[in-house]
């Protein structure tokens, strides 16, 4: 484990103060969101109050099975990576961050993929597992022909990160298909929806992401269930045998209330057999790399890194 960023913690502690310090003069969201409070939050960029920008470089394609991504394709590129976002399995978009993905694409040479999986509670599990594993088997299939290489990378931020790991065990498990993907990369992801300790004791603070909006953000992705009911490896897959995954970056903050879930699942696939590179950021609470933070700018930067090296 590498702890960083501890020269930028007065920062990072500060604009999570002034983030806390907003959050609390808003009214706390309590049950299931209506449709109408649905269709505003996923009109609106993640951790903001406007929409994304959609930038012209992104390409709307529907894949077989009707699965809905978006592509960036640079004019040169060395690789493709498949990205699923974040928002809890409810909300954020494909379209939902257009720059980040178009800078990831020219700077690390990659075609991006980023998939519009369906959406809780609408679409409950196992929905959008489902599109994403029918995404991966896709370019799988057909990375070669439609971007020029095989060297096919995988990952996501939250929600994205958990439901990528799901695809790589869901290919293995019911695909047969290992090493396709060359490298994982997971930011801030949980992995133990029955929740693990960092998760129970965080408590109401707040932040991006507490006990209780973990607790609801459950719920509405698997409807009907309980936490021993979650621990299937398919809902939770720190629960699950991890052999014959590929090389990862595994990132997340010490203010995370899912710290236990990045720092358990590093331990777990490196005992598996694979790399990893577990990397931990001083004081940066949940989905700190929507914010226009000293650490989001160093940490976009060591993913491209990660990336445009790893699996080649």
């Not at 129970?200 to 009907?224: A, H, I, V």
């Not at 226009?292 to 930067?301: A, F, S």
Request: net charge neutral; charged share 25%.
């Amino acid at each position: 484990m590498t702890l960083t960023d501890e020269d930028c913690l007065a920062e990072t502690l500060a604009f999570n103060k002034q983030f806390e310090t907003a959050a609390a003069s808003r009214p706390a969201r309590e049950g299931t969101p209506d449709a109408a409070l649905l269709a505003t939050l996923r009109r609106n960029r993640l951790g903001g109050d406007t929409p994304p920008v959609r930038l012209p470089h992104g390409q709307d394609r529907v894949i077989e099975g009707g699965v809905k991504v978006r592509v960036f394709v640079p004019d040169h590129l060395t690789g493709v990576y498949l990205h699923f976002h974040g928002g809890g399995w409810a909300f954020g978009a494909a379209d939902g961050q257009d720059e980040r993905l178009w800078r990831l694409a020219e700077q690390a040479r990659l075609a991006v993929v980023s998939v519009e999986y369906r959406l809780a509670p609408e679409h409950p599990y196992p929905a959008g597992p489902d599109d994403c594993e029918a995404a991966a088997r896709w370019l799988v299939r057909h990375a070669a022909t439609e971007f020029g290489t095989r060297r096919l990378l995988i990952g996501g931020e939250s929600a994205g990160a958990h439901l990528a790991v799901v695809t790589l065990l869901r290919l293995r498990d019911r695909h047969g298909i290992t090493g396709a993907f060359r490298a994982a990369h997971l930011l801030f992801g949980p992995y133990d929806l029955s929740m693990t300790p960092s998760q129970r004791s965080f408590g109401s603070r707040r932040l991006l992401s507490n006990t209780d909006t973990l607790r609801r953000t459950y719920e509405l992705f698997t409807p009907g269930t309980g936490p021993e009911q979650r621990r299937d490896p398919d809902v939770s897959p720190l629960f699950a045998d991890l052999a014959g995954l590929p090389p990862a970056r595994i990132v997340v903050g010490t203010e995370d209330p899912l710290l236990d879930d990045s720092l358990f699942l590093a331990g777990r696939w490196q005992a598996a057999g694979a790399p990893v590179r577990l990397g931990v950021v001083a004081g940066a609470m949940h989905g700190f790399t929507l914010f226009p933070l000293t650490i989001t700018e160093r940490e976009l930067r060591r993913e491209r890194e990660f990336l445009s090296a790893t699996g080649r």
